[in-house]
Each structure stands twice: as structure tokens, then as C-alpha cells.
């Protein structure tokens, strides 16, 4: 049995889950399943994400392709609206002792990964992998390939070695530290985490896209729809806190041709004045990613974590929340999933979806993932229902998916 040194990056994020859904689709048999994995964990050896086995307590990880593999559950068929009561149900199961589970139910896959073995852009290979994984199906190149060393160092380096001014802008783009008011109450807590999905009508953001170039020039199309979002739950009476955490791909600021298979995202976070302005929203993430703030995060983050293994407080869980919290948002875009395109689909556009549950560490956030695929949009929040009404926060996510133009034309007092 071979072992494998993981990155501090993977080991920070090895207590937690990743659980995706995607359907309806024509799904290959469950031995093709447990085939297709099986191929996956021995293609790259140690060096590769699948087949290795995380633990929180050391870096030392097992690679061990026999047996990394969970249960391979068949469940009964559900519909897309069901979908949500699945992500939740899973995510309830408690802690498995294997790095990968799955769960078919009728034309619909779910898969439950380790966060230590990757993020988003593994999430999504590994659905199109199994999905699409049929008996001659060719192994896909990432799961061959591996990471390129030391790529935190290598990003840092290319980034402002070259180019000493992004310090500077970096610098002006670090809000300023808060001085807020005491603590507020607290109350026992324990993690309910629970799936909430909604889908945008097709072309929605295109759109998004022809209000941007009309009223907002060189703005992203998820900064609008994260406004948007803010708008609606803000609308629907929930005290939206003034901090937004954004996740960040920080694979951008890679050199060419570099790999990570592993964990590469950064959370950023932004002090605004009313995070359901747009215009802010959108000059905070561009400035931020024009700055390289995500990396210096992302490097911020790691050497944090550093410490709290040397202090033998690495994983700690949050065990209260405030009585009265107020709504932290956390957005998390991946992107445009065209790797998902060419799938056996059993139903039309507009019936699809392809979503994920990602159970929030601070008990008062709401993590809302969003997925293009073409003209499609589907987000999902995910949250803890003893903290948030799920209702509430479905009805205002659709609201803001429904009609984000209407949303963000609206003048701001």
C-alpha cells in the first residue's frame, strides 16, 4: 500500500463534503459504475485524487484503489424536484469512513465526495466521469495527470514577482479592519444542513449579459446574479450581513500548462456597503481578481491552517450561533459546465439540472452555487434549516431567478 504526502490545502479541507447531483440522464449500469472508478483510482496512482483515502489527522494519506470506494446505493426514482430532499438526506447520513459514496435514483446520480480530495472543477469531472463512464469508455486525461509541484509557490512567484505593482493594488484592495460592536448572544448549536435548488428560465443570462453591456459595461454576469440574490432574500426579510464571501478558482494565476487536480479555491471576503448594489459588487470581485487577492488569500488561508495543526486545533467546529444572526452570503460560481454537454439526457432543456449541497462551516451563511450549462442556469443554497427557514430562502431564490432584471433596475435607498 503506497501513501501520499497531501497538501495542507487538501488536509484543510478534508472534514468536510461535496455531494452533486445531475440528471435525468441514461445512466450506465451500477458495475459500469463501480468499473468506471475503479479505473479512475488506479490511472494515476498515488499522485491523482481518486483512490486516495483523506484523514484530518495526518498528511500521510493511503492510497488504497481496492477499497476507497463507499456504498453504491440504489434508492428509488425521484423527480427534479426531489432532488433537494436527496442532497439533504445524504448530507444528514453522517460521516462516511470512505472518501466516495454514490446513489442512483432512477435517471439521477448523486455523488458524496471528500472536500480533501478536490474542488468544484474535480466535483464536476468526476460527475462527467461516472455519468458518461461506460465498459470502453477511455480514462479522461486529468485523472492520468498529475499536479504540478509546489503550484501555491509557482502562482505566487508569476504573479507578483513579476510584477511588483499588483502588491500595491493588492494592498488598497484589503478592506479596512472592522470595529464592530461587542459580542452578541449566543446559543448552543448543531449542524442541520439542507438543500435548497432553483433554476433560472433558459437565457436568463444571456439576458443578464445584454443588461450588463447596456447598463454596466465590463461587469461579470455573477456579480449581477449575486446582487440579485442579495436583493431577493434581503426583500423577503432576512438581515443580510454587509460581508459576502466570494470562492475564487485560483488556478488563473497558474502558470501555463500547469495542473491541480486537488483544492485551489480561495474564499474572499468583501466589506460593502449593500452587497445588493452590483455596481459594487462587481467592482469589488474585479478589482480583487485584477490584484491576485484571491492567491494572497488562498496563501493566507494555508499558512493559517499551518498553525492551527501546530496547535492541535485544525479542524475545530462551530458548536454556537448568535441568537439573532445576520445572513452571511458565500457565492460560489463554477462556471460553465460544458464538459456535461454531450451526457445522455433523457429529458429537454429546462428539465436538467446539475447541483450541489456544500454544508456551510459558520452556522449564520448561506452557501448559494451556481452552474451554467449553455443557456441553462441552476443554484442551489445551501444552509442549516435550524438557523434559516428553507422555505423562505427557496421562494426568495426563485424570486431572484425568476427576474433578476427586475431586481437589480431597482433603485437602491
Excluded at 77 to 106: D, K, W, Y
Excluded at 199 to 213: C, F, I, K, Q, V
Amino acid at each position: 500500500m503506497s501513501t501520499h504526502s497531501a497538501s495542507y490545502r487538501d488536509l484543510m479541507r478534508s472534514a468536510s463534503r461535496m455531494i452533486t447531483a445531475i440528471g435525468p440522464l441514461r445512466l450506465p449500469s451500477i458495475g459500469e459504475i463501480r468499473d468506471t472508478l475503479t479505473l479512475l483510482a488506479h490511472a494515476g496512482g498515488r499522485h491523482t485524487p481518486i483512490g486516495l483515502v483523506p484523514t484530518t489527522e495526518s498528511r500521510r494519506w493511503e492510497h488504497r484503489p481496492q477499497d476507497f470506494l463507499g456504498q453504491i446505493r440504489e434508492l428509488g426514482p425521484c423527480t427534479r424536484e426531489e432532488v433537494p430532499q436527496l442532497l439533504t438526506r445524504l448530507a444528514r447520513s453522517g460521516a462516511s469512513a470512505h472518501p466516495l459514496n454514490v446513489a442512483v435514483a432512477g435517471d439521477f446520480l448523486l455523488l458524496d465526495i471528500s472536500h480533501g480530495l478536490g474542488d468544484g472543477r474535480l466535483a464536476l469531472s468526476l460527475l462527467r466521469a461516472v455519468a458518461g463512464g461506460r465498459t470502453g469508455t477511455p480514462v479522461p486525461e486529468w485523472a492520468r495527470t498529475r499536479d504540478t509541484a509546489l503550484p501555491l509557490a509557482r502562482a505566487l512567484t508569476r504573479t507578483f514577482a513579476s510584477s511588483p505593482t499588483r502588491v500595491a493594488r493588492l494592498l488598497e484592495s484589503l478592506p479596512a479592519a472592522a470595529h464592530g460592536p461587542g459580542s452578541a448572544e449566543m446559543v448552543p448549536w448543531h449542524g442541520a444542513p439542507t438543500a435548497v435548488v432553483a433554476s433560472a428560465a433558459s437565457g436568463t443570462t444571456a439576458e443578464l449579459r445584454r443588461w450588463r453591456d447596456r447598463e454596466m459595461p465590463g461587469a461579470s454576469v455573477s456579480s449581477l446574479l449575486f446582487a440579485a440574490v442579495a436583493r431577493a432574500m434581503r426583500s423577503h426579510g432576512l438581515t443580510i450581513d454587509d460581508k459576502v464571501d466570494v470562492l475564487f478558482d485560483c488556478r488563473r494565476y497558474l502558470p501555463e500548462g500547469a495542473t491541480v487536480n486537488g483544492n485551489f479555491a480561495a474564499l474572499v471576503r468583501f466589506s460593502l456597503s449593500d452587497p445588493g448594489d452590483p455596481a459594487e459588487m462587481s467592482a469589488a470581485i474585479a478589482q480583487a481578481t485584477a490584484s491576485g487577492r484571491p492567491l494572497a488569500s488562498l496563501a493566507l488561508s494555508t499558512a493559517t491552517f499551518r498553525r492551527r495543526v501546530a496547535a492541535g486545533s485544525a479542524h475545530a467546529r462551530a458548536t454556537h450561533v448568535a441568537a439573532e444572526p445576520r445572513t452571511r452570503l458565500v457565492y460560489s460560481d463554477m462556471g460553465e459546465a460544458a464538459l456535461l454537454a454531450d451526457l445522455d439526457w433523457t429529458d429537454e432543456p429546462g428539465r436538467r439540472l446539475v447541483t450541489a449541497l456544500s454544508e456551510p462551516a459558520d452556522p449564520a451563511s448561506i452557501v448559494f452555487t451556481s452552474v451554467r450549462r449553455g443557456p441553462e442556469l441552476d443554484v442551489s443554497a445551501s444552509l442549516h434549516d435550524n438557523v434559516f427557514d428553507p422555505e423562505l430562502v427557496r421562494i426568495a431564490l426563485a424570486d431572484a431567478l425568476c427576474d433578476p432584471l427586475s431586481l437589480l433596475s431597482r433603485r437602491i435607498f
